[in-house]
């Protein structure tokens, strides 16, 4: 066994008495899991903090409501559109264009709601 581990297995020991928790991430460099020292995550083979890949997705979460209402907007103003142009036309073939035009609309409306509810 070379130096090195032996340092890492008594590093490894001593994080876990002094209460650090063992992950199942593992640290994208060498692939030892990750330990959660103190509210930080170290992988102890490198010695260093890791950052894990669930903060991005924390980033994106606080991102997506904005980038859905905006959406929700467009499709509120487009369904209004239609409306407007439903109301105009007696040509069948139109209204059955512009009826499944809004009724996609809403389909996804809903599911921008439904995944704001989630994230929001
Ligand atoms: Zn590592």
Known sequence: MAAGSEDYL???????????????????????????IDNELWCLRCERRVVKVKEEDEAMAAFTPYVLTRLE??????IDE?????????DPQEVLHITQAIDGLLETLAKSRKLGG???
């Open 10 to 36: 008594k590093r490894m020991s001593d994080a876990l008495r002094s209460g650090a928790k063992m992950l199942s991430e593992i640290c994208p460099v060498c692939s030892s899991p990750i330990f959660q």
């Open 118 to 120: 989630e994230t929001r």
């Open 82 to 90: 239609l409306s407007a142009l439903l109301s105009k036309t007696a």
């Open 73 to 78: 907007g467009v499709i509120a103003s487009k």
